[in-house]
């Protein structure tokens, strides 16, 4: 049976509503068969004036509300509106708090034994992203979401943010969806019963495996890819050895380029050194521009030679500057492509037998559950296995060092 959802978002005069905070505007999105079939809106007049702080982030005024309805006159609609149907926010808990202490008070009492919280299930089905606020995931994912702090805008891009989820969860294979399910009545919201709903669909039908999954004991995972690595040096330039060939390279892929003659002699230094087969020590100033000083002429030498070059950094700070700056930076200059890659400690990947054991524990600690959810779907889905790429709460580092690869261990 397909359910009905109603996505609902409330702006309100504060976050508490036995302090005598009220709503001042509500937006509800119905969903059937996994489409938008119409929207809700009103403004209600709360009795109280709207705080500045409020009206400075809504751009809702007391103007506005003045001859708004009082919410006990669209009460009984909302009521109707959200009978038997599956409530749906984005921080669930607030929302449906907020709106049930509304609505006992003007008589009506209803209880939702289904809620998907969009916070909870985005978190679960987009395991690598950076924020889970409504206007982060909005850009992130593209979703139109033209009025901020406003319900019409909020709940409209908070349906379509659901149903995206929920296309993101069909995708997912059958063994995984089956994993979650097991896991997911430990959640603050009803998922759970979304994802058997999704079980149903798939096993109404055969699936074949993508190609590019495999099941090891009971987990889908992308299969590790391994490509050879292809020097193509046709027309590949020499180091510019000159100190102006050295600026003009530089300048070209950096119009605000500063001369620096130190950066130059450190780049000769060190190809000389990669040349000759020789130790180099190196001290120089902040702000020579030490990164590029031995990154242009080692992947220069790199190609000329046709062989890798292993750069070692003290910090995983500084090898995070040098992958997402430097390194971008340095393919936007050379007139050439080259590859890279990041090697980490074992320690940074998840060991899948442990994984597999905590699974068949009876552990519901909540950012234990979350952080398996995470892990199940991710593994599906990841290139690099590096744990890096998670947005795990800080009770899910923990669970981590739990599952994490420590290496192996053999008995003489």
């Known amino acids: 049976m397909t359910r009905k959802y109603i996505v609902v978002d409330l702006e309100t005069t504060g976050n508490a509503y036995y302090k005598g905070d009220r709503i001042i505007q509500l937006s509800a999105v119905a969903i059937e068969q996994f489409q938008i079939i119409s929207q809700f809106t009103t403004f209600v007049n709360p009795g109280i004036p709207i705080p500045p702080f409020i009206g400075e982030l809504t751009g809702i005024s007391d103007d506005m509300v003045l001859h708004a309805p009082p919410f006990e006159e669209v009460a009984g609609s909302i009521g109707e509106l959200l009978e038997d149907a599956v409530f749906v926010a984005h921080n669930v808990s607030f929302d449906l708090g907020f709106l ?127 490509s050879e690595t292809s020097w193509n040096t046709a027309g590949f330039p020499p180091y510019p050895s000159s100190m102006d060939g050295k600026t003009a390279l530089l300048s070209s892929g950096m119009p605000h380029y500063k001369l620096r003659e130190g950066q130059l002699e450190m780049m000769d230094y060190v190809f000389d050194a990669f040349s000759q087969d020789k130790h180099a020590a190196v001290e120089a100033g902040t702000g020579i521009g030490k990164s590029m000083g031995y990154l242009l002429p080692a992947v220069f030498f790199a190609m000329e030679k046709q062989e890798p070059i292993i750069v070692s950094t003290h910090t995983i700070q500084m090898q995070d500057q040098l992958l997402n700056k430097e390194i971008p930076r340095l393919s936007y200059i050379l007139p050439f492509p080259f590859q890279t890659a990041v090697l980490k400690g074992r320690n940074n990947y998840v060991n899948l037998l442990k994984f597999e054991q905590t699974l068949k524990n009876d552990d519901a600690q909540y950012d234990s559950v979350m952080s398996k959810l995470q892990l199940l779907v991710w593994l599906v889905s990841t290139e690099t296995g590096d744990m890096d790429e998670l947005n795990l709460t800080s009770g899910g580092r923990l669970y981590w060092q739990r599952v994490r690869h420590d290496g192996w261990f053999f008995k003489k």
Do not use: W
């Open 100 to 226: 049930k202490a509304e609505l006992k008070e003007a008589g009506i009492k209803q209880e939702y034994s289904d809620t998907i919280d969009t916070v909870e299930l985005a978190k679960i089905l987009l395991p690598t992203a950076t924020s889970y606020k409504l206007s982060d995931l909005s850009e992130m994912l593209g979703l139109s979401h033209t009025n901020p702090h406003q319900a019409d805008s909020d709940a409209r891009v908070t349906a379509e943010l659901l149903l995206l989820l929920i296309d993101k969860a069909r995708e997912l294979p059958l063994v995984t969806l089956e994993k979650m399910a097991e896991l997911a009545p430990s959640l603050k919201s009803g998922i759970s019963s979304l994802f058997e709903d999704l079980i149903a669909e798939k096993r109404s039908c055969t699936e074949n495996l993508p190609e590019y999954l495999e099941v090891f004991r009971g987990i889908a995972l992308r299969k590790k890819s391994v």
